[in-house]
């Protein structure tokens, strides 16, 4: 039974899911589980050009700025985990699969593609009203900085409270990453100094509370660079794919999700714009 091709909006083709039938099963075990990736940060961090290098392996210094937001998806290879041969006991083959909120997420030892669906959302603040309705469902946040504007860094508070009041996820996985490492002359904040700062907060919400590793989860790269690029979205795999298989995944489950509704944004919006 062949299955159906899609043209989808980047361009790439996509087999639709197969229909019932004798292979459906097997069929369906090889298809990887996909995470939604938001890409958050001031306008001009590099959030655009971070996703173009990774997706399309290109990049440009012409600037353009994101209104509201749209999504590209990609599917990565990542490293194999270490069998868990306890978890194969009695009749549970590695071929098990168990399915949480329609995701089939398969076996520990099989799980080695994962797609990424990586949404880039606005910088600026006039279309945050927008951006927001992207936030819903999201696996990993990726705060995005620029290592020459101190700004930059300082805003990813601000923007990981929106974050987390909009996500409607109770424990997301959080990815930091520092752009533009080719223009280090221009350096205004190192990479030791930035932990210190957007954990240094009175708020109820801290992103200490939600890094992972800072180790592993803290990162500097070029958008002019497509090793660097695929070693960050290689770890937001890596994370995603930790957070999917984690035994707290029911607890981080999304919460009271509805269907966005964009017209309160968009009244928001227009009601901003200038009369003249």
Known sequence: MSSAKHQTH???????EPSDGPNNI?????????LKVVLLGDSGVGKTCLRSQFVH?????AYKATIGGDYLTSTIKLSPLEKDTSAFEGDVTASSVTTVDNTTTRAKSTIDKINLQI?????????????????????????CYDITN????????????????????SQPGIVIVGNKMDQGKDRVVDKEEIKDIITNTTTTTNIGDYVYDWKLDLLEVSAKQLQSVESLFTRVGELGRTILLGDDYERRRLQEFDNIDLRGAHKELSSSRCAC
Not at 10 to 16: A, F, L, N, Q, V
Not at 26 to 34: G, I, R, Y
Not at 121 to 133: D, K, L, M, V
């Open 57 to 61: 392996h290109m990049f440009t210094n």
């Open 10 to 16: 980047d361009g790439t083709k996509r087999i639709s």
């Open 119 to 143: 949404w880039d959302t606005a910088g600026q603040e006039r279309f945050n009203s927008i951006s927001q309705a992207f936030y819903r469902g999201a696996d990993v946040c990726v705060l």
């Open 26 to 34: 097997q069929q369906h075990l090889d298809l990887p589980p996909t």
């Open 150 to 169: 101190y700004e930059s860094v300082l805003s990813l508070k601000d923007w990981f409270d929106r974050f987390m009041q909009h996500c409607h996820v």
